[in-house]
């Protein structure tokens, strides 16, 4: 090779090799800042998605708060509803809910003891399914009533007062969505109103007796002394005459023992009473020739009570000859104790019945009274005495009668 196709030569591979330089560093360039590129753009990526993920925790804390805070209100309506139930359940007072067709949404306990019925029974019913009148009409009438006082007779038969007051019932937005009757049991303190009436009237009359009494006793022991002068004197044929008289002399002093016996003051020789011995001795005594008469007596574990034996004991055996008497074809005599306990303290209950003919409703309010009476040989003053004899004890008498029997029931403090 000559020297000057060496030189061209080497020039050529020269130009070559930096063409092939010059190439390779472009290249290195070239993939350099691609590389770059994607870094950047990886970071880019990276950045969101870091973001993302920040995002998505952010998002979780916060749900798992607004679950938090879900779950706290709805433990707090659990809560309010809950003791808003606790309030209506403990109030004293019977509290029933209508929905706007009057069907029955809600009873308490009070309204269960009170009526005598049962929430499971009677929720969702119409209000006269239930009810009875006049509470009856008064819920279909849908008047507002502050207070009104009824007497009412239960599903069961017992008559009862009530204090009731009805007025719509809204929601909270003032719209009507029912109605709601609240109730007292009033019966216990119509008794007591009663009982005071009823003990300032023979109050009254006690005394007027006591001077009946004195006034004719003086010439009824005249008119029996001179029956004893006539019974001496007089032949054999008027001797019946004498001793009608004579009878019917003893029966007038007994009437005007009874005056007495009413009319005095109650002076108790007070003493602790065995009162199921009291009572079973008076059993004994006045249903001994009563084959007919099937005696229950529930008199087991009574506390002892104070009182005077005599006086209760008369008592006793007033209310249980007028049973035995109230059934003359036989039936049932019922004598049952019962402890009762009350915000004024312990109490003995003593339940008498029998299963008689009954006392009409129109009687009842009069029993007590001095000198009524529906026997054709009674004085009218048995009941009124016996009633002032609980009533010397701290104690009252009520009476509940139906067309199947009478049931007295007597209240007597225990000691």
Not at 22 to 32: A, G, Q, T, V
Not at 55 to 73: D, G, N, Y
Not at 181 to 194: G, M, N
Not at 260 to 270: D, E
Request: aromatic share 6%; hydrophobic share 40%.
């Amino acid at each position: 090779m000559t020297p000057e196709l060496m030189i061209l030569y080497s020039i050529f591979v020269l130009i070559i090799a930096i063409l092939i330089f010059y190439l390779i560093r472009m290249f290195i360039k070239y993939f350099s800042a691609k590389k770059k590129t994607e870094e950047k753009d990886m970071s880019k990526v990276s950045f969101v998605v870091d973001t993302f993920h920040e995002l998505v925790a952010k998002l979780k804390e916060k749900e798992k708060e607004l679950e938090l805070l879900r779950k706290k209100a709805e433990d707090k309506v659990v809560a309010i509803e809950g003791y808003n139930e606790n309030i209506l359940q403990s109030v004293p007072s019977g509290v029933i809910s209508f929905d706007n067709e009057l069907k029955i949404t809600k009873i308490n306990q009070s309204a269960e003891k009170i009526l005598g019925i049962s929430s499971m029974d009677t929720t969702g019913k119409f209000y006269y399914e239930v009810f009875k009148d006049p509470v009856k009409e008064l819920i279909h009438s849908r008047k507002i009533i502050e207070r009104q006082e009824i007497n009412y007779i239960t599903p069961h038969g017992r008559r009862i007062w009530l204090g009731l007051t009805l007025s719509p019932l809204r929601d909270s937005n003032g719209l009507p969505i029912g109605q709601i009757l609240v109730f007292t049991d009033l019966t216990h303190l119509k008794a007591i109103e009663s009982q005071i009436q009823l003990r300032d009237k023979l109050s009254s009359l006690g005394e007027i007796s006591a001077g009946i009494a004195h006034e004719l006793r003086n010439p009824m022991g005249v008119i029996a002394g001179y029956t004893k002068i006539l019974s001496k004197k007089s032949d054999e044929s008027l001797m019946p005459i004498i001793d009608a008289i004579s009878k019917e002399i003893s029966v007038m002093d007994r009437i005007i023992s009874d005056f007495l016996s009413f009319s005095k003051p109650a002076n108790l020789a007070i003493t602790d009473i065995d009162i199921k011995m009291l009572i079973e001795d008076c059993v004994k005594a006045l249903a001994v020739e009563r084959n007919d008469i099937k005696k229950n007596l529930e008199l087991d574990n009574l506390p002892a009570i104070r009182g005077d034996e005599v006086l209760l004991r008369q008592a006793f055996i007033n209310l249980i000859q007028n049973a035995i008497e109230a059934m003359p074809s036989g039936g049932n005599l019922n004598v049952k104790g019962v402890t009762v306990h009350t915000h004024d303290g312990e109490f003995l209950d003593i339940l008498i019945s029998d299963t008689g003919h009954g006392i009409s409703e129109d009687l009842r309010s009069k029993i007590f009274l001095p000198f009524f009476t529906t026997k054709e040989k009674g004085t009218g003053l048995g009941l009124a005495i016996v009633h002032k004899i609980i009533i010397s004890h701290g104690g009252n008498i009520t009476v509940d009668s139906t067309q199947n029997g009478t049931t007295f029931r007597i209240r007597l403090r225990v000691k």
